[in-house]
C-alpha cells in the first residue's frame, strides 16, 4: 500500500430531518421493544444471579471477554475502552431510541410496522407471552439471560412468521446500534473519515429557488427529466449540449464533498430510499437504491463494466438490433471516456487481493473491474456513504456538472406526482409534470421547520422519466398510464454474503481501500443460458456488515464485532432468470416489491459460495461464516492453519463442511438476500404486448414521454448496471435530441 496516510478533515454535519410526527409506538410498546434491545444488544457484566439490566457471565467467561477483546486492539488503545464495550447496552446509547423511531416511523411500510406493534403487544400480556415465549411473565421483566434464551428460540423456530420476525427485529436493532454506538468505532479502530486520499472540491450547482406562495409555480423548458442518477444525467447533459432548454427535476437532495462521507448514521437517511431498508412483501430480500443527487451513481463503488456480448445478444433476439450495432458500442465507449474509465491505477485493498490471489490458485477465471475514477488512483472504501474526494466520476462530478454549464438548469426537493397529457392529434401527449417542491431550511439543511412548500407545474416538449427502476414505473401508473407491463420484469441481482475471518498478527482493516476492483466470473453461466454467478467484494462498513451477519447471542454480538478489523466479506452475484415486480403501497403509495430468490437462484449462489469458500480457504481463512441462519461455522484446526500439507481444499475437514452448507442449501427464512442493482420494471420491448417503451425509448401508446434508466433493460444485465444504463440513456437522448431539432425545423418552415 504506497498511498499516504492523511489527516482527512471530519465533514460538515448534515442533520437529518424531525423524526416522524405522531405515535410510532405506545409507551408499552416501547417498553418491549427496548427490553428486546437490550437482550439483542446486552450490558455484559459479571454476576452469579440473574439480572434485569445485564447479560450475567461467570468471572473466568468475563475475563476470558475482556483479555480476547484487548487482545485486538492496538497497544495505546484505553484499558477501560473494553469495559465499556462490554457494559454498553442498547438502551444506554445515546440517539439509539431517537434513530429507531425514524427507522421505524419513516422507512418500514406500514404493514411491518402493524407486524412489530402486534409482536410487541402481545408480549405485554399473560397469553401473548405464553404463546410466544413459553413464559406467563411479560417480556420486559425477564431477566436479560431469559430474554436472550427466548429470541435464540425464536431464530431457531420451525414456525416461518416468528423465525422471519427474530431476524427481522435483530437485524434492525444490531443496525441502529451499529450506526449510534460510541464505544464499537474506537473498539474497531474504524476512522470516522478514509485515512488514504484527500478532501476535494465539489462542483458549484445552482438550484432553482422558488418564492413562498398560495398559486402553483408555472415554470417552462424543453425537456423535463425526472432523476438526476444515473440515465438522467447523460440525458441532461446530451440535450442541453445539442441546444436545448434542460430541467432535471430530483425529489432528493445535493451534498457537496465537504459533506462526505456522511456518518453511518446519517448517509442511510439522507443517501438512500427509506433510509437503506426497502424489503420485498415476504421478506426475504433487502433491496437497497439511492436516493440523492446523482442517484445510485453517487453511492456505488465505482465499477465500470460494460454489457458482456451474450447479454447484448440476448437482448438483440428479443427484436432489438441496437444492442448487437455499433452504435451501442459507441454510446457505451462516450460515457466510459467521459468518467476516465479504466483498470490502469487499480490498486487492490486486502479483500480484492485475497478474491484475486485465491481465485488465480484456484484456476477461476477472473479480471480487474474497470474504475470510473478519472484515470486516477481512488483508494478510500467509504464511498458507499458519499465520495468526500470526488474523485469518483459519477454523475455528480461528469455529466450533471457538464450539463449545468451547457445551460440546464436544476431543481431539488420536487417530488414529481403525475405526468400531464394532453390530446394533440389525437395523440395522447407528455406536456409536462406536476408535484410538490419542498425548499431546504434557512441554514441549508432539512432540520428546520421554516421549509417552503410549492406546488409546481413544469411544461416541456418532452418528458424524460429516470426515477430508477422502483420509482419509474409508479410514475407511469400515477400517470394513468394502463399498460400491464409497467412494474413488471423487475430483476435484482439477488446475492448472499460469505465472511472469513484471518489470523490476527495484523489488522485486514477491511474498509480501507477500494471497494471493487476485481471479480470471478468462473461461474457466470450454470445453466447453458448465462444465468450464474459473478463473485465480487461488498463494501465493509460495520452498520452495514454487523446486521447481515446471524446473531446468536448477545456475548457472541460483541466478540465477533470485536474481530471485525480481521474479517472479509464477498458475495456471489446472481445473474437472475426470473424476475418480480413493483406496485404502489394501498396505504402511503410507495414502493412495494414483489420478489422472492427463486430455487435457480438459491442453486447457483451457492455454488458461488462454495467457490468463494475455497478461495478465503487457499488464502489461509481461520474461520468462514455465511448470513444464512442454522449453517455451521468452519473453523480451520490450529495445525493446519500453520502449515500446508498440500492437500489445499482437498483437506477432509473442510470437504465435509462444503458438503454440509450445500446439503443444507439457502433455504428460506434463513438466507439474507440483498440487492443493490435494480433492472428491468418498464422494459424496452419491440411490441407493446411485451414491454414498456418501444426501441427509442418512448413509452408505448403515448407521444413526448420517455424513460431513460435501468428500468428499461430487457433483462438483468449481468454485470453492475451503471454503465449499460448510461449508454442506452446516451442513445435514447440523442433521439430525443434529433426529434427535437426535427420540430423546431418544422415549425420555422411554417413560419416561412
Not at 11 to 20: F, R
Not at 462 to 487: C, D, F, H, T, Y
Not at 609 to 616: F, P, Q, Y
Request: glycine share 8%; aromatic share 8%; net charge neutral.
Amino acid at each position: 500500500m504506497t498511498s499516504t496516510q492523511l489527516n482527512f478533515i471530519a465533514p460538515l454535519d448534515t442533520p437529518l430531518p424531525p423524526p416522524p410526527d405522531g405515535q410510532v409506538l405506545t409507551e408499552s410498546q416501547w417498553t418491549t421493544l427496548m427490553a428486546i434491545a437490550d437482550a439483542v444488544i446486552p450490558s455484559i457484566e459479571v454476576s452469579s444471579t440473574l439480572s434485569n439490566s445485564s447479560l450475567c457471565l461467570a468471572p473466568s467467561e468475563y475475563a476470558s471477554a475482556v483479555e480476547t477483546i484487548a487482545r485486538r486492539l492496538p497497544a495505546q488503545t484505553d484499558p477501560k475502552l473494553t469495559q465499556r464495550f462490554l457494559q454498553e447496552n442498547a438502551s444506554s446509547v445515546p440517539g439509539f431510541r431517537e434513530l429507531l423511531q425514524r427507522m421505524l416511523g419513516d422507512c418500514l411500510r406500514e404493514d411491518a410496522r402493524k407486524g412489530i406493534r402486534v409482536i410487541l403487544s402481545a408480549l405485554d400480556t399473560r397469553a401473548g407471552c405464553l404463546l410466544a415465549t413459553g413464559y406467563t411473565t411479560s417480556f420486559h421483566l425477564q431477566p436479560i439471560n431469559i430474554r436472550q434464551q427466548i429470541l435464540q428460540g425464536w431464530a431457531s423456530s420451525y414456525l416461518p412468521p416468528l423465525k422471519q420476525s427474530a431476524i427481522g427485529l435483530e437485524s434492525l436493532l444490531v443496525a441502529a446500534w451499529a450506526r449510534t454506538s460510541p464505544t464499537l468505532g474506537p473498539i474497531l479502530s474504524f476512522p470516522r473519515v478514509p485515512v488514504h486520499g484527500k478532501p476535494g472540491k465539489g462542483f458549484d450547482y445552482d438550484f432553482l429557488q422558488l418564492p413562498p406562495g398560495a398559486q402553483p409555480e408555472i415554470l417552462e423548458t424543453d425537456v423535463v427529466i425526472v432523476g438526476s442518477g444515473c440515465g438522467g444525467a447523460v440525458c441532461a447533459k446530451n440535450l442541453a449540449e445539442a441546444g436545448h432548454r434542460v430541467m432535471v427535476v430530483e425529489k432528493s437532495y445535493y451534498w457537496g464533498p465537504e459533506h462526505l462521507p456522511m456518518s453511518e448514521k446519517d448517509a442511510n437517511i439522507h443517501l438512500f430510499a427509506n433510509g437503506g431498508m426497502n424489503s420485498s412483501d415476504d421478506n426475504s430480500m433487502i433491496v437497497i437504491s439511492g436516493q440523492t443527487w446523482g442517484g445510485g451513481g453517487t453511492v456505488n463503488w465505482s465499477a465500470s463494466l460494460q454489457t458482456q456480448a451474450f447479454v447484448r445478444t440476448e437482448w438483440a433476439n428479443t427484436g432489438l438490433p441496437f444492442f448487437t450495432s455499433s452504435e451501442f458500442q459507441d454510446s457505451l465507449d462516450r460515457v466510459c471516456h467521459r468518467m476516465g474509465v479504466s483498470t490502469e491505477h487499480v490498486e487492490h485493498n486486502k479483500s480484492n487481493q485475497i478474491l484475486a490471489d485465491g481465485a488465480r490458485k484456484l484456476g477461476y477465471s477472473q479480471k480487474a473491474v474497470p474504475q470510473n475514477t478519472g484515470g486516477k488512483k481512488h483508494y478510500c472504501g467509504y464511498c458507499t456513504l458519499g465520495c468526500g474526494a470526488a474523485e469518483k466520476q459519477g454523475p455528480v462530478v461528469s455529466f450533471l456538472p457538464d450539463a449545468q454549464k451547457a445551460g440546464a438548469q436544476f431543481v431539488e426537493g420536487l417530488q414529481v406526482d403525475t405526468v400531464l397529457f394532453e390530446n394533440i392529434n389525437g395523440n395522447k401527449t407528455a406536456v409536462g409534470v406536476q408535484g410538490i417542491w419542498k425548499s431546504r431550511d434557512s441554514f441549508g439543511g432539512m432540520k428546520c421547520p421554516n421549509r417552503t412548500t410549492r406546488k409546481v407545474i413544469i411544461k416541456a416538449k418532452r418528458v424524460i422519466v429516470s426515477a430508477g427502476s422502483l420509482e419509474s414505473p409508479l410514475l407511469l401508473l400515477r400517470s394513468g398510464l394502463k399498460n400491464p407491463q409497467i412494474g413488471r420484469n423487475l430483476y435484482l441481482h439477488p446475492t448472499t454474503m460469505i465472511y472469513a475471518t484471518f489470523a490476527e498478527q495484523e489488522p485486514i482493516k477491511p474498509w480501507e481501500g477500494a471497494i471493487l476492483t476485481n471479480l470471478v466470473d468462473e461461474f457466470q453461466n450454470l445453466d447453458g443460458n448465462h444465468h450464474g454467478v459473478k463473485l465480487e467484494c461488498i463494501t465493509m462498513l460495520p452498520s452495514w456488515i454487523l446486521p447481515n451477519q446471524i446473531w446468536t447471542g448477545g456475548l457472541d454480538l460483541k466478540m465477533r464485532a470485536s474481530k471485525f478489523p480481521y474479517i472479509t466479506g464477498q458475495f456471489p452475484v446472481v445473474r437472475e432468470k426470473v424476475p418480480g415486480r413493483v406496485y404502489p403501497d394501498p396505504t402511503d403509495g410507495r414502493c412495494r416489491i414483489a420478489y422472492t430468490p427463486s430455487a435457480m437462484d438459491a442453486k447457483h449462489a451457492i455454488i458461488g459460495i462454495v467457490a468463494l469458500a475455497k478461495i478465503l480457504y487457499m488464502e489461509g481463512a481461520k474461520e468462514i461464516f455465511l448470513s444464512t441462519a442454522g449453517m455451521p461455522v468452519f473453523t480451520r484446526p490450529e495445525t493446519n492453519a500453520a502449515t500446508d500439507n498440500g492437500e489445499g481444499v482437498n483437506d477432509p475437514v473442510f470437504q465435509s463442511w462444503l458438503a454440509e452448507i450445500q446439503r443444507r442449501g439457502l433455504t428460506l427464512p434463513n438466507c439474507r438476500w440483498g440487492s443493490a442493482h435494480q433492472m428491468g420494471t418498464c422494459r424496452m420491448a419491440a411490441t407493446q404486448r411485451a414491454g414498456v417503451v418501444d426501441p427509442k425509448g418512448k413509452v408505448w401508446s403515448t407521444e413526448g414521454l420517455y424513460v431513460s434508466d435501468a428500468s428499461i433493460f430487457p433483462s438483468a444485465s449481468g454485470v453492475n448496471p451503471m454503465v449499460t444504463n448510461m449508454a442506452i440513456s446516451d442513445w435514447i437522448s440523442r433521439g430525443v435530441a434529433k426529434d427535437l431539432q426535427a420540430d423546431a425545423e418544422i415549425e420555422t418552415r411554417a413560419r416561412l
